[in-house]
């Protein structure tokens, strides 16, 4: 297996194989790490993550969670006290969350969201719970491309 060692922030791996044993207050990991298991606060953990793409100008394409294939323009379902990220690498197609309906650039909806209006990074939505149960996500350069984001449960 590997040696780790580091301040917790920055380990650094020495030797080869598979399996590791760490032990730290903080790690940080760029890709993939898996476990036998995690202890700690895990409220910034993302609950779904999608890659957003586009068909020419009419349609975002959704790849990630939840859909088995690229999706047009899909109704979204997000819960309360949850974190999502919308992944927009296409230099193109900004992506809002908006208070209003899609077909215009409307309000930008800011609770939670960081990074609204992406159009090459992520935008990272941690759904607050007095969030309204509708909202709406929109390519704020093509007004056909956008959908319903839907919040549960429902605010009574």
């Known amino acids: 297996g590997a040696t780790y060692f580091g301040d917790g922030s920055n380990l650094t791996g020495v030797g080869g194989g598979n399996t590791a044993n760490v032990s730290t207050n903080t790690l940080n990991v760029i890709g993939v790490a898996t476990a036998n298991s995690f ?4 409220s910034n953990l993302v609950s779904g993550r999608w890659v957003l793409g586009a068909n020419g100008s009419s349609d975002y394409t959704f790849t ?3 859909f088995t294939e690229s999706t047009n323009d899909p109704d979204i379902y997000l819960a309360r006290g949850s974190v999502y990220e ?3 690498n296409m230099g193109a197609h900004p992506f809002r969350i908006q208070s209003t309906p899609n077909g215009s650039t409307g309000t930008q909806y800011n609770n939670g969201v960081t990074n609204n209006d992406a159009s ?4 990272r939505f941690e759904v607050t719970m007095n969030a309204p149960n509708t909202l709406y996500y929109q390519c704020t350069a093509h007004p056909n491309m956008g959908g319903p984001i839907y919040i549960y449960p429902e605010l009574r």
Do not use: P
Request: hydrophobic letters at 30%.
């Open 39 to 42: 202890e700690g606060n895990g």
């Open 64 to 66: 990630g969670i939840g």
């Open 86 to 88: 919308f992944v927009n």
């Open 120 to 123: 090459n990074g992520t935008v």
